[in-house]
């Protein structure tokens, strides 16, 4: 997996505090199979000193993590309040992408309201090649009671990037049922770990990855996780994802309960499972 929403830079945000905090989270992300991460701290208005520290703290956190043999590989990028990415001049967005050599730039919703001039400024963006992703915006009180707006948005050319605690329910049950209705109907592109320290958001991105396939099992996990994260970070164009069927809430546990049902232990203490 290609991790595109990360809160791993130490000290900058309300992500991880320190080193060690970072180092955990690093390893963590390992151990559930992601080799690379795009760093996005929180960045809010003109003058945020993360706009600052963010380089060098990438580098020092590379050093650590090659001292602690954790073979991740980091990027930067940034996660722009939607307010201060309307304020910016293109070219100032040109240093805040989603890595070197991309032409995205991961934007953030305001979990109420809607922005004024969305629509106009999703336009401008593309019309000069630049890619808006939406953070999560499964979390938003508009979207929430109705996607139009940003289906608007999907429209113009940008693309919805949903997070694992929405779907793992740590916002809630209507961020979880709107990021499962973005899911069925196709609208995102991305999925991502939106990784803090604690805070009562869990990093265990296998448990987000299981939990995708529990709820869609013909959805295309490769897809929102590695293929378009890495064209992304390419600056190419990303894939389409086809609307797919989403599991209801009983069917999800009845087929967890009948999996279980149905798992076995053979002589030699390994599992197996009936097809």
């Not at 130490?10 to 180092?23: F, K, M, R």
């Not at 049950?173 to 990021?179: H, I, M, P, Q």
């Not at 987000?208 to 996780?225: F, I, N, S, Y």
């Not at 797919?244 to 087929?255: D, L, M, N, P």
Request: proline share 5%.
């Amino acid at each position: 997996m290609i991790d595109t929403h990360s809160h791993l830079l130490p000290g900058l945000d309300d992500g991880a505090s320190d080193i060690t905090e970072t180092i955990h989270l690093a390893r963590a992300a390992v151990q559930d199979g992601v080799r690379e991460v795009i760093c996005t701290p929180h960045a809010i208005e003109r003058g945020d000193p993360v706009l600052l520290a963010g380089r060098e703290t990438l580098l020092d956190v590379e050093r650590a993590l090659s001292t602690a043999g954790i073979p991740l590989r980091l990027h930067l990028g940034y996660e722009l309040a939607f307010s201060f990415a309307v304020s910016l001049d293109v070219s100032e967005l040109d240093g805040l992408t989603m890595g070197s050599r991309s032409r995205a730039i991961l934007v953030e919703l305001p979990y109420a309201g809607w922005p004024l001039g969305a629509e106009d400024a999703v336009f401008r963006w593309r019309l000069h090649g630049l890619l808006p992703v939406l953070a999560h915006p499964e979390r938003n009180d508009r979207v929430q009671r109705d996607t139009t707006g940003l289906e608007g948005l999907l429209r113009l050319g940008a693309v919805a990037q949903g997070t694992f605690p929405s779907l793992m329910g740590t916002f809630g049950g209507a961020s979880r049922k709107t990021f499962l209705r973005l899911l069925a109907d196709g609208r995102l592109s991305l999925v991502a770990s939106d990784a803090h320290y604690g805070r009562g958001r869990p990093a265990n991105v296998a448990e987000g990855l299981d939990a995708l396939r529990a709820w869609a099992p013909e959805v295309d996990v490769h897809t929102l996780t590695v293929d378009n994260p890495a064209r992304l970070l390419r600056g190419e164009p990303l894939r389409p994802l086809r609307p797919v069927r989403v599991r209801r809430g009983w069917e999800k546990y009845f087929h967890k309960h009948e999996s279980s049902v149905l798992t076995r232990t053979r002589g030699d203490g390994r599992g197996w499972e009936c097809d």
